[in-house]
C-alpha cells in the first residue's frame, strides 16, 4: 500500500518522461523548476518522485533505492541519469570523477560573447548561506576554478544561444561564468540582475547525456529538446538539428 504521500508523488512521476530505464539505470528528463534532491522547500523533489514511480511500476515493497550520482539547479531541465543499483552509483559517479561522464548544455544568453567560440575560466567561492556563488581572484580562500568551452550557435532579438561543456562541475557555474562576461543567462533570477523579469524561465537546458553503461560498458548517449517556449523559439529548427547531431 502507498502512503498517501507515495500516491501524490507516483502520480507526478507519470509526468516525467523516462528515455530508457534497466535494471541498473534510469534516464529521464528532469521538468524545470522541480529540486533534484529534497531542499528547504519542501516542494516534490525529482528523486523521490521516482522512487516513488519506481515502487509503482514494479510494486516493491519498502524502500526504493535510487541513487543520485549528478545534479541539475532547480530551475534547469533536461536529461538527468539515476542509478538503480549501489553499483551502478558507485561506476557513475567514478565517471563523472574522471570526466567520462559526457554533459551538453544549451544556453540562450543576453548579448553576444566577445568570441564566437571559447573557453571560461574563473574562479568561484559559495555562500552557503544565500546559496549563490560569486567571482574571486584565483588567491581567494577557498576559491574553486572553475572550467567551461562555449560555442556561439546563434543569435536573434538580442540573445545568443551557445552550446556548453563543462570541464568542472561548481554550482552555478554556467550561470555565474555567463553573468561574469557580461552575458547574463535569459530568464535567471538569481545572476541575471535588472534584465531578468520576475516569473521568466531561465534558459537552460541539459541538452545530452553520454556514459558508458555501468555493467554492460555500452556507450549511451541521451538527448533531449528545451520547451517550446521564448526564447528558445527563436532557434527552434537549429535547435532540433545541433541536438540531433550531438555526439
Same mark, same amino acid.
Given at each position: 500500500?502507498?502512503?498517501?504521500?507515495?500516491? %501524490? $508523488?507516483?502520480?507526478?512521476?507519470?509526468?516525467?518522461?523516462?528515455?530508457?530505464?534497466?535494471?541498473?539505470?534510469?534516464?529521464?528528463?528532469?521538468?524545470?523548476?522541480?529540486p533534484t534532491q529534497e531542499d528547504e522547500s519542501r516542494d516534490p523533489d525529482l528523486l523521490s518522485v521516482l522512487k516513488a514511480g519506481v515502487k509503482v511500476r514494479y510494486g516493491k515493497p519498502g524502500n526504493v533505492f535510487l541513487g543520485l550520482v549528478h545534479r541539475l539547479d532547480r530551475p534547469v531541465g533536461g536529461v538527468m541519469v539515476f542509478a538503480r543499483t549501489s553499483k551502478a552509483a558507485s561506476r557513475l559517479s567514478d565517471a563523472v570523477r574522471t570526466r567520462a561522464f559526457r554533459k551538453?548544455?544549451?544556453?540562450?544568453?543576453?548579448?553576444?560573447?566577445?568570441?564566437?567560440?571559447?573557453?571560461?575560466?574563473?574562479?568561484?567561492?559559495?555562500? /552557503?548561506?544565500?546559496?549563490?556563488?560569486?567571482?574571486?581572484?584565483?588567491?581567494?580562500?577557498?576559491?574553486?576554478?572553475?572550467?567551461?568551452?562555449?560555442?556561439?550557435?546563434?543569435?536573434? =532579438?538580442?540573445?545568443? $544561444?551557445?552550446?556548453?561543456?563543462?570541464?568542472?562541475?561548481?554550482?552555478?557555474?554556467?550561470?555565474?561564468?555567463?553573468? /561574469?562576461?557580461?552575458?547574463?543567462?535569459?530568464?535567471?533570477?538569481?545572476?541575471?540582475?535588472?534584465?531578468? =523579469?520576475?516569473? &521568466? &524561465?531561465? /534558459?537552460?537546458?541539459?541538452?545530452?547525456?553520454?556514459?558508458?553503461?555501468?555493467?554492460? %560498458?555500452?556507450?549511451?548517449?541521451?538527448?533531449?529538446?528545451?520547451?517550446?517556449?521564448?526564447?528558445?523559439?527563436?532557434?527552434?529548427?537549429?535547435?532540433?538539428?545541433?541536438?540531433?547531431?550531438?555526439?
Amino acid at each position: 500500500m502507498l502512503s498517501a504521500e507515495e500516491a %501524490k $508523488l507516483a502520480e507526478l512521476a507519470a509526468g516525467v518522461p523516462i528515455l530508457y530505464e534497466d535494471n541498473h539505470v534510469l534516464v529521464v528528463v528532469k521538468p524545470a523548476n522541480m529540486p533534484t534532491q529534497e531542499d528547504e522547500s519542501r516542494d516534490p523533489d525529482l528523486l523521490s518522485v521516482l522512487k516513488a514511480g519506481v515502487k509503482v511500476r514494479y510494486g516493491k515493497p519498502g524502500n526504493v533505492f535510487l541513487g543520485l550520482v549528478h545534479r541539475l539547479d532547480r530551475p534547469v531541465g533536461g536529461v538527468m541519469v539515476f542509478a538503480r543499483t549501489s553499483k551502478a552509483a558507485s561506476r557513475l559517479s567514478d565517471a563523472v570523477r574522471t570526466r567520462a561522464f559526457r554533459k551538453t548544455y544549451v544556453a540562450a544568453v543576453r548579448g553576444t560573447p566577445a568570441s564566437p567560440a571559447g573557453t571560461l575560466r574563473h574562479y568561484l567561492v559559495k555562500d /552557503a548561506k544565500t546559496n549563490t556563488v560569486r567571482t574571486v581572484p584565483q588567491s581567494y580562500p577557498g576559491a574553486k576554478e572553475a572550467v567551461l568551452d562555449y560555442t556561439v550557435l546563434g543569435s536573434a =532579438e538580442g540573445f545568443a $544561444l551557445t552550446e556548453v561543456h563543462l570541464h568542472t562541475g561548481r554550482p552555478h557555474q554556467i550561470r555565474v561564468q555567463f553573468a /561574469a562576461i557580461g552575458c547574463p543567462l535569459y530568464g535567471d533570477q538569481r545572476y541575471g540582475g535588472h534584465f531578468s =523579469e520576475p516569473g &521568466q &524561465q531561465i /534558459a537552460l537546458w541539459s541538452a545530452m547525456l553520454g556514459f558508458e553503461h555501468p555493467t554492460t %560498458k555500452e556507450p549511451l548517449r541521451f538527448h533531449a529538446l528545451p520547451p517550446e517556449a521564448y526564447p528558445w523559439t527563436l532557434w527552434r529548427a537549429s535547435i532540433r538539428d545541433f541536438v540531433q547531431q550531438i555526439h
